[in-house]
């Protein structure tokens, strides 16, 4: 059976077994309970993680020391603080698991090493980039122009199963509102439903 990693490097690259094998050598698996970290902000992030099983938050803290989600990752999705990684400078976001959590992980300095010697890789880890960049202006827009409402239907549609995995609470915290808020997004969105 191929392995996930792999299956979802090909869905962006043509991907030689002899590259892939070489790839997924340089990865180990790590386990991880629900609620631990996986990144601490202020940390260097010197690991990309794969998300095998489970799903992850990722959050910052605000200028009054309140949480602010900015992102979740479930399975067959890499998730790191891609600023620190890329420029060894202190995270600007913490990691942190929902659920319990499976995870391939590499190192920095192994994915240098496997971007000098895998062409693929190299063109899958451009395509990953380029695919966060282009999310993250569309993140930009959405807060700056989409009503809560039409952002919580975006992600619904995005991430389907959200709602059943990541407390209402994060999820608020994603849209910019307060939990409250949301409650009657949901509420509305159910009366529509129905109707």
């Excluded at 892939?20 to 940390?43: C, I, M, N, P, W």
């Excluded at 479930?74 to 319990?100: G, N, V």
């Excluded at 380029?130 to 919580?152: G, H």
């Excluded at 915290?173 to 509420?187: D, H, T």
Aim: glycine share 4%; charged share 25%.
């Amino acid at each position: 059976m191929l392995h996930p990693l792999i299956a979802t490097v090909r869905r962006y690259t043509v991907f030689p077994d002899a590259e892939a094998e070489y790839f997924l050598s340089l990865f180990s698996e790590r386990k991880y309970k629900r609620g631990a970290v996986l990144l601490e902000e202020g940390q260097i992030a010197h690991e990309v993680f794969f998300i095998l099983k489970g799903a992850t938050r990722q959050y910052f803290l605000n200028g009054e020391g309140q949480e602010r989600t900015c992102n979740f990752s479930m399975e067959q999705e890499f998730i790191t603080d891609l600023e620190s990684f890329s420029r060894k400078s202190r995270a600007a976001s913490s990691i942190a698991a929902l659920e319990p959590t499976s995870c391939m992980v590499i190192t920095c300095t192994d994915l240098v090493t496997a971007l000098g010697k895998s062409p693929a890789t190299a063109e899958f880890f451009r395509a990953v980039v380029e695919n966060v960049a282009a999310e993250n202006i569309r993140r930009t827009k959405a807060l700056l122009s989409l009503s809560p409402e039409k952002q919580f239907n975006d992600l619904l549609r995005d991430k389907p199963l959200l709602l059943q995995r990541v407390p209402q609470r994060y999820i608020a915290q994603y849209l910019g509102i307060a939990p409250e808020s949301l409650s009657r997004i949901r509420k509305r969105m159910m009366r529509l439903q129905k109707s």
